[in-house]
């Protein structure tokens, strides 16, 4: 089974500024996705961007983008020119793409937890 | 288009009752998530379907829970009888059938059982 791991409860960064997330996974798998959710306090799940593994480009979206490690079995999320509407929980995800691999869906980190100071 | 709808947003229920959670994914899309989220687990997997089958419900907590799909545009997650410690958001989220693509959330239901 595949395990996610956000080791930053939380994080403060002032508007404006740059800030990375953190989080890694564990997988035998050779070819998955990796996503980033956020969730503000209404606790919607928006999808902030998608990685898939056999892809080397980083991806990007706007003022997100990531740096995907696939042998570190890393995947970081940052987010630059911090804006307050960019407070919210972060959950890194992974989804198989085999049907071999156990159940489908996302597997979540524990979530972390970002601070935007004005 | 419309994202995936689910109903009630919000429902107090007294333990014992019978809940009803209702949700109608995206059009077009064959896989269908019911995940429940508390700060002590986490986001949870409960059940998935596969063109309104169900093909893995081991993450439904008890016998308590049931979930149905008759139909490609609904499904229901059902609690009978309700105890606090199902207190939790629930969450309805869909994909398109293929392994891989984004799975994409309802807004979710907030339920608390007193």
């Known amino acids: 089974a595949q395990t996610v791991t956000q080791s930053q409860p939380e994080m403060s960064v002032q508007e404006a500024e740059t800030v990375t997330l953190s989080c890694t996974y564990d997988?035998?798998?050779?070819?998955?996705?990796l996503f980033w959710y956020k969730q503000p306090p209404s606790r919607q799940m928006i999808l902030v961007i998608r990685?898939?593994?056999?892809?080397?480009q980083n991806a990007t979206e706007n003022r997100f983008s990531v740096n995907f490690q696939k042998a570190a079995k890393s995947f970081s999320l940052k987010i630059s020119d911090s804006q307050l509407g960019d407070a919210a929980m972060y959950f890194c995800?992974?989804?198989?793409?085999?049907?071999?691999?156990?159940?489908?869906?996302?597997?979540f980190g524990k979530g972390t937890h970002l601070i935007i100071q004005p | 288009d419309a994202g995936v709808i689910q109903s009630p947003r919000h429902e107090v229920t007294e333990m014992g009752q019978e809940v009803t959670l209702r949700c109608k994914p995206i059009?077009?899309?064959?896989?269908l998530f019911w995940y429940r989220q508390t700060m002590m687990r986490g986001l949870e997997l409960l059940i998935y379907?596969?063109?309104?089958?169900?093909?893995?419900d081991s993450g439904m907590p008890e016998d308590r829970f049931s979930a149905k799909m008759p139909n490609a545009s609904f499904s229901t997650l059902k609690i009978q009888p309700s105890e606090p410690r199902d207190s939790a958001v629930y969450f309805c989220?869909?994909?398109?059938?293929?392994?891989?693509?984004?799975?994409?959330f309802g807004e979710g239901s907030w339920l608390t059982v007193v």
């Open positions: 989220a869909s994909s398109p059938a293929r392994r891989g693509n984004t799975i994409y």
């Open positions: 997988t035998s798998e050779s070819d998955y996705y």
């Open positions: 990685q898939e593994a056999y892809k080397q």
């Open positions: 995800a992974y989804r198989s793409v085999y049907s071999g691999g156990g159940a489908d869906g996302l597997t």
């Open positions: 059009s077009g899309h064959n896989s």
């Open positions: 379907f596969n063109n309104n089958v169900p093909i893995d």
